[in-house]
């Protein structure tokens, strides 16, 4: 099997390419290792959301569930399982491209529940309990990037977890991401941690800031105002990825525990699936092309790049000051940009919790069909 160039030719310019879902029937048919072998897929994001999505459709889960049930497994029991052996399984799939990368890639996410994301004692317990069940060196713990998140990343860091921090949408909050990384760094050196097997990705969601800004800009109407849309996202990404070469390329604190071997967290564009359709499918792709950074894609952004994603090089490197300027001129036609990130981190926790309540529920139900049928 040859690798597909547009994603060859991505993979090449620094991107590593994740996919972003999971599920059982995915790994069962090849889907996933073919995915690998054929579309540079080196990576695999999960969500309370795509886990829901997963277990709603077909029988493949039932076996397990019913299995499950008649041991007495109660819904979360059962959904930890679930999911947990899911996500062991694609981490084996994925074992090649771990060792190969040296612990970069071949990793696969697994996020804390999301009805704890404001509750940093009770995340950080949850993301040991998931690092200690799967039990695999290349899974990733997902932490929300909430105010109560900060302390909970640099808990888990600290303990020598590898962590992917989801749910960042501004740059301010990815500073205090990073800072928490680097504060989870220095407490794991002091735990004796071996920094070099310590892990992380900062996952800045992307399509989203868009839908919310453009429909802020609509309403505004101006043509200053609708000028600007479609802009927001690209430049909050790359703003971003600035930040991010300021912390891990200059300034003295990451320098100082490189020879630790400590190694820099990665930017990763999330949400990258297009949601206006007057934009090119291909957009947050091709648009974010940087070195060192992830992008995680839904197969049908996957599909769309390897079909005709033009992938010109480093699109992103020396456009801080231009992308300054159109969030400049967001604020100045009146968009309120502290609000804009309130209500999409609200939103993003909402949702996530909304699927996992769905998913609690459907499991509820499938539990009480196979305790009838015994």
């Known amino acids: 099997m040859t690798q597909n160039p547009n994603l060859q030719k991505l993979s090449e310019a620094g991107v590593s390419v994740w996919l972003d879902d999971l599920s059982r029937d995915r790994i069962e048919s090849g889907n996933l290792a073919e995915l690998v072998a054929t579309k540079s897929v080196v990576g695999v994001t999960t969500n309370p ?16 569930v019913n299995e499950l049930a008649e041991r007495g497994a109660d819904v979360e029991a059962t959904i930890r399982t679930v999911t947990t052996d899911d996500v062991r399984a694609a981490c084996d799939i994925l074992a090649p491209q771990y060792e190969a990368s040296h612990g970069v890639d071949g990793r696969v996410s697994i996020e804390v529940d999301p009805r704890l994301a404001h509750d940093a004692d009770k995340t950080a317990a949850q993301a040991v309990e998931l690092w200690k069940i799967v039990d695999r060196p290349n899974v990733f713990i997902k932490i929300p990037a909430t105010e109560a998140g900060i302390p909970a990343i640099a808990k888990v860091i600290g303990e020598g977890i590898s962590v992917n921090v989801t749910l960042i949408f501004s740059v301010e909050r990815y500073e205090l991401v990073m800072g928490a990384y680097l504060d989870g760094l220095e407490a ?7 920094l070099s097997r310590i892990h992380s990705v900062a996952s800045f969601f992307v399509s989203r800031v868009d ?9 505004i109407g101006t043509p200053e105002a609708l000028e600007l849309r479609g802009k927001a996202a690209l430049a909050n990404a790359r703003l971003a990825y600035a930040a991010y070469q300021q ?32 934009y090119s499918d291909t957009l947050y792709v091709t648009e974010l092309v940087a070195p060192n950074t992830v992008n995680t894609m839904p197969e049908k952004t996957l599909d769309a790049v390897a079909d005709h ?14 992308s300054q300027e159109v969030f400049d001129k967001i604020a100045a036609v009146g968009v309120d940009l502290t609000d804009v990130f309130l209500v999409l981190e609200n939103e993003g926790v909402d949702k996530f919790e909304v699927s996992w309540n769905e998913l609690l529920e459907a499991t509820a139900e499938q539990l009480r069909t196979a305790g009838q049928k015994s």
């Open 309 to 322: 994603g033009d992938i010109t090089g480093d699109t992103v490197s020396g456009t801080a000051a231009q």
């Open 247 to 278: 912390v891990f390329e200059v300034q003295p604190r990451f320098q100082g525990l490189l020879g630790d071997g400590a190694r820099p967290q990665r930017p990763l564009w999330a949400s990258t699936g297009v949601k206006n359709p007057d």
């Open 188 to 194: 794991a050196k002091a735990a004796g941690h071996d």
């Open 211 to 219: 839908t919310e800004i453009d429909k802020r800009l609509e309403a």
């Open 49 to 64: 959301s795509i886990f829901q999505a997963a277990l709603s459709k077909g029988h493949v889960y039932d076996a397990q």
